[in-house]
Nanobody, 128 residues
Framework: QVQLVESGGGSVQAGGSLRLSCEASGYIYSSTYLVGWFRQAPGKEREGVAAIYTGGKSTYYSDSVKGRFTISQDNVKNTVYLQMNSLKPEDTAMYYC????????????????????WGKGTQVTVSS
């Protein structure tokens, strides 16, 4: 059973930076996983922020974070990171990482329904 644990959230002022971590356990050896970061603010729908395939180089970003956020991974540690720079108050949300095993064919990485495994989330608060 895959388990995901997020960390690194906190409170920062606008323009600041945070790095979120998503540590995975229970991965099946030599399998590929798509790991995505999602966020959800109160009263809003869950939004896909970024995604990456384990062991690969393909990365995906939403338009709202492109150029400010960077997703990366350490395959030895089974950890995916989300470096968030130039943070804005509208980035305030609970951030979740999610994973699905395999290659996503014909579906969108942004669709939370495509993911099988979820962490419990880490809160990011950006003040103006």
């Amino acid at each position: 059973q895959v388990q995901l644990v997020e960390s690194g959230g906190g409170s920062v002022q606008a323009g600041g930076s945070l790095r979120l971590s998503c540590e995975a356990s229970g991965y099946i050896y030599s399998s590929t996983y798509l790991v995505g970061w999602f966020r959800q603010a109160p009263g809003k729908e869950r939004e896909g922020v970024a995604a990456i395939y384990t062991g690969g180089k393909s990365t995906y970003y939403s338009d709202s974070v492109k150029g400010r956020f960077t997703i990366s991974q350490d395959n030895v540690k089974n950890t995916v990171y989300l470096q968030m720079n130039s943070l804005k108050p509208e980035d305030t949300a609970m951030y979740y990482c999610a994973a699905l095993r395999g290659i996503l064919y014909g579906g969108s990485w942004r669709n939370s329904l495509n993911y099988n495994y979820w962490g419990k989330g880490t809160q990011v608060t950006v003040s103006s």
